[in-house]
Protein backbone atom coordinates (compact mmCIF):
# COMPACT_ATOMS: atom_id res chain seq x y z
CA UNK A 1 0.00 0.00 0.00
CA UNK A 2 1.66 3.43 -1.00
CA UNK A 3 1.25 6.20 1.53
CA UNK A 4 0.65 9.90 0.64
CA UNK A 5 3.91 12.27 0.77
CA UNK A 6 3.55 14.37 3.62
CA UNK A 7 1.04 17.45 2.73
CA UNK A 8 2.70 20.56 2.62
CA UNK A 9 1.83 23.14 5.49
CA UNK A 10 0.07 26.05 3.41
CA UNK A 11 -1.14 27.42 6.52
CA UNK A 12 2.53 27.96 7.94
CA UNK A 13 2.13 27.18 11.35
CA UNK A 14 5.66 27.62 12.56
CA UNK A 15 6.18 31.02 11.14
CA UNK A 16 2.50 31.56 13.49
CA UNK A 17 4.06 29.92 16.51
CA UNK A 18 7.00 32.29 16.18
CA UNK A 19 4.58 35.26 15.74
CA UNK A 20 3.12 34.33 18.88
CA UNK A 21 6.06 33.75 21.04
CA UNK A 22 7.41 37.29 19.67
CA UNK A 23 4.33 38.54 21.12
CA UNK A 24 5.68 37.67 24.43
CA UNK A 25 8.83 39.58 23.88
CA UNK A 26 6.92 42.61 23.20
CA UNK A 27 4.15 41.95 26.50
CA UNK A 28 7.55 41.42 28.58
CA UNK A 29 9.08 44.47 27.17
CA UNK A 30 5.57 46.60 28.02
CA UNK A 31 5.25 45.75 30.80
CA UNK A 32 8.98 46.89 31.72
CA UNK A 33 8.15 50.13 29.83
CA UNK A 34 5.39 50.85 32.57
CA UNK A 35 6.25 53.30 35.33
CA UNK A 36 7.08 50.82 38.12
CA UNK A 37 9.84 49.15 35.58
CA UNK A 38 10.93 45.39 36.13
CA UNK A 39 9.68 43.54 38.91
CA UNK A 40 12.00 41.98 40.59
CA UNK A 41 14.75 40.25 39.65
CA UNK A 42 13.96 40.34 36.56
CA UNK A 43 15.93 41.41 33.71
CA UNK A 44 16.57 40.59 29.92
CA UNK A 45 19.38 39.72 27.50
CA UNK A 46 17.96 40.39 23.79
CA UNK A 47 19.56 38.84 20.95
CA UNK A 48 18.55 40.60 17.61
CA UNK A 49 19.99 40.65 13.90
CA UNK A 50 21.98 44.57 13.46
CA UNK A 51 21.39 44.08 9.67
CA UNK A 52 17.64 42.25 9.60
CA UNK A 53 15.33 45.16 8.01
CA UNK A 54 14.22 48.14 10.93
CA UNK A 55 16.87 47.28 12.79
CA UNK A 56 18.47 51.40 13.29
CA UNK A 57 20.66 52.98 15.85
CA UNK A 58 24.12 54.52 15.79
CA UNK A 59 26.36 53.54 12.35
CA UNK A 60 29.38 53.23 14.99
CA UNK A 61 27.18 51.02 17.42
CA UNK A 62 25.72 48.16 14.99
CA UNK A 63 28.48 48.38 12.64
CA UNK A 64 31.03 46.50 16.06
CA UNK A 65 28.39 44.08 15.60
CA UNK A 66 28.00 42.94 11.79
CA UNK A 67 25.89 39.76 12.20
CA UNK A 68 24.29 39.67 15.89
CA UNK A 69 24.38 42.22 19.14
CA UNK A 70 22.96 41.34 22.33
CA UNK A 71 21.66 44.24 25.01
CA UNK A 72 20.30 44.07 28.67
CA UNK A 73 17.58 45.74 30.03
CA UNK A 74 18.49 45.56 33.84
CA UNK A 75 19.71 48.69 35.55
CA UNK A 76 20.34 51.45 33.34
CA UNK A 77 17.86 51.87 30.33
CA UNK A 78 15.72 54.49 29.79
CA UNK A 79 12.98 55.47 26.96
CA UNK A 80 11.81 52.06 26.69
CA UNK A 81 9.30 52.29 24.32
CA UNK A 82 7.41 48.80 23.01
CA UNK A 83 5.51 49.44 19.63
CA UNK A 84 2.91 47.30 17.87
CA UNK A 85 5.93 45.95 15.41
CA UNK A 86 8.85 47.28 16.86
CA UNK A 87 10.64 48.05 19.97
CA UNK A 88 13.00 51.28 21.09
CA UNK A 89 16.02 51.74 23.89
CA UNK A 90 18.23 54.09 25.09
CA UNK A 91 21.34 52.32 26.56
CA UNK A 92 24.76 53.71 27.57
CA UNK A 93 27.60 52.04 25.48
CA UNK A 94 30.94 53.29 26.33
CA UNK A 95 29.51 55.62 28.99
CA UNK A 96 27.33 57.30 25.87
CA UNK A 97 23.81 57.29 26.11
CA UNK A 98 22.41 55.63 22.81
CA UNK A 99 19.18 54.74 20.75
CA UNK A 100 18.39 51.49 19.08
CA UNK A 101 15.07 50.65 17.75
CA UNK A 102 14.69 46.82 16.84
CA UNK A 103 12.25 44.91 15.05
CA UNK A 104 10.49 42.20 17.33
CA UNK A 105 11.09 39.84 13.91
CA UNK A 106 14.73 40.97 14.34
CA UNK A 107 14.98 39.49 17.61
CA UNK A 108 16.40 36.01 17.71
CA UNK A 109 16.84 35.31 21.48
CA UNK A 110 15.17 36.37 24.20
CA UNK A 111 16.04 35.38 27.79
CA UNK A 112 15.26 36.36 31.21
CA UNK A 113 18.12 35.21 33.94
CA UNK A 114 16.25 35.87 37.07
CA UNK A 115 13.25 32.41 35.73
CA UNK A 116 15.44 31.15 33.22
CA UNK A 117 13.20 31.36 30.65
CA UNK A 118 14.82 31.37 26.88
CA UNK A 119 12.74 31.65 23.74
CA UNK A 120 14.67 31.53 20.66
CA UNK A 121 13.34 32.70 17.21
CA UNK A 122 14.58 31.65 13.79
CA UNK A 123 16.96 34.56 12.40
CA UNK A 124 15.01 36.55 9.78
CA UNK A 125 15.78 36.42 6.19
CA UNK A 126 17.81 39.72 5.46
CA UNK A 127 18.27 41.14 2.09
CA UNK A 128 21.15 40.58 -0.49
CA UNK A 129 22.04 37.91 2.02
CA UNK A 130 22.74 34.34 1.37
CA UNK A 131 22.66 31.68 4.48
CA UNK A 132 25.27 29.43 4.72
CA UNK A 133 24.85 26.80 7.36
CA UNK A 134 27.40 28.98 9.55
CA UNK A 135 25.31 31.71 8.94
CA UNK A 136 22.17 29.85 10.26
CA UNK A 137 24.11 28.28 13.93
CA UNK A 138 23.59 31.02 16.74
CA UNK A 139 26.65 33.78 16.94
CA UNK A 140 28.36 35.19 19.49
CA UNK A 141 27.21 38.36 20.13
CA UNK A 142 30.14 39.64 22.07
CA UNK A 143 32.68 37.90 23.84
CA UNK A 144 32.31 38.96 27.71
CA UNK A 145 33.88 37.39 30.35
CA UNK A 146 31.09 37.07 33.12
CA UNK A 147 33.35 37.62 36.12
CA UNK A 148 35.02 40.84 34.13
CA UNK A 149 33.36 43.76 36.60
CA UNK A 150 32.01 46.51 34.20
CA UNK A 151 32.17 49.96 34.89
CA UNK A 152 29.11 52.03 36.38
CA UNK A 153 26.84 53.03 33.42
CA UNK A 154 28.26 50.99 30.75
CA UNK A 155 26.30 48.21 28.87
CA UNK A 156 27.36 44.68 29.63
CA UNK A 157 27.07 42.30 26.12
CA UNK A 158 27.70 38.55 26.74
CA UNK A 159 27.39 35.78 25.05
CA UNK A 160 24.73 33.80 25.75
CA UNK A 161 25.98 30.19 24.77
CA UNK A 162 26.68 29.21 28.74
CA UNK A 163 23.14 28.92 29.01
CA UNK A 164 21.93 27.02 26.07
CA UNK A 165 21.22 23.40 26.68
CA UNK A 166 23.28 21.12 24.94
Known amino acids: MAQDPPAQDL ?11 RGVVKTALKRAAAPEGLPGAHHFYITFKTEAPGVSGPADLLGKYPDEMTIVLQHQYWDLAPGETFFSVTLQFGGQPKRVSVPYAAVTRFYDPSVQFLLQFEAPAV ?3 VLTE ?3 KPALAAVADPATPVPDGEAKIVSLDQFRKK
Not at 11 to 21: G, K, N, P, V
Request: glycine share 6%.
Open 11 to 21: MRYEAMAQDAL
Open 127 to 129: EGA
Open 134 to 136: VDT
